[in-house]
């Protein structure tokens, strides 16, 4: 698996888990309370999609409305979209898929995908890396709609959004332009 997986159980003060980002067969939760032997206690494997799983390249989970909502961005390359899957854990044995977000403007000059990487979650924003470079910032308070909030052109010709342009109802790209 990728991503960091080590963090506290967001409902469950001090519990350590390891959230594993784990590619083709999705977002697994382990209790790690003993390092040596974890025990699973979820795995998300893409049911409830509309269309095939993509690889999973960072996973968390996060305290959102008191629920344990799981975050798992995909790192594609070609003909897939870059997606960042949203799945409810509060009930470990009954893993539910409530949202896919999916980035806007991402094809580059030589027509693949600019893949997603890395992401956090901090109060109810959902912070993601683009692999290539650049980034996206999304509101989740009701996670199965999230909204777009700010977004960071690339360093490279796209058809990424340019600073300011509105991508969809309400977002904006507010991202300082590096670029010049």
């Keep these: 698996g990728h991503g960091p ?3 506290d159980d967001p409902l469950v003060a001090g519990k350590p ?5 784990n590619e083709l067969q999705g977002i697994r939760v382990f209790d790690a309370s003993i390092p040596g032997a974890p025990t699973e206690l979820a795995a998300w494997r893409g ?3 509309s269309e095939p799983l993509e690889r999973v390249h960072t996973a968390m989970l996060a305290n959102i409305g008191g629920k344990r909502i799981g975050f798992g961005s995909t790192e594609t390359y070609w003909n897939a979209k870059p997606s960042v899957y949203i799945v ?3 009930d470990y044995a009954h893993p539910k898929s409530v949202a896919q977000w999916s980035a806007p403007g991402i094809a580059d000059a030589a027509g693949g995908l600019l893949t997603l990487h890395n992401l956090q979650v901090v109060g109810t924003r959902v912070y993601v890396s683009v692999w290539h470079a650049g980034g996206y910032v999304f509101d989740v308070a009701d996670p199965a709609l999230p909204r777009d909030l700010a ?3 690339p360093a490279h ?7 300011g342009a509105q991508v969809t109802a309400g977002s904006v790209n507010i991202f300082v332009d590096m670029d010049g």
């Design 151 to 153: 977004m960071r052109k």
């Design 88 to 90: 409810d854990f509060t």
């Design 17 to 21: 888990l390891a959230v594993v980002a």
């Design 47 to 49: 049911a409830g999609l």
């Design 5 to 7: 997986p080590a963090q």
């Design 157 to 163: 010709a796209s058809t990424f959004p340019e600073p």
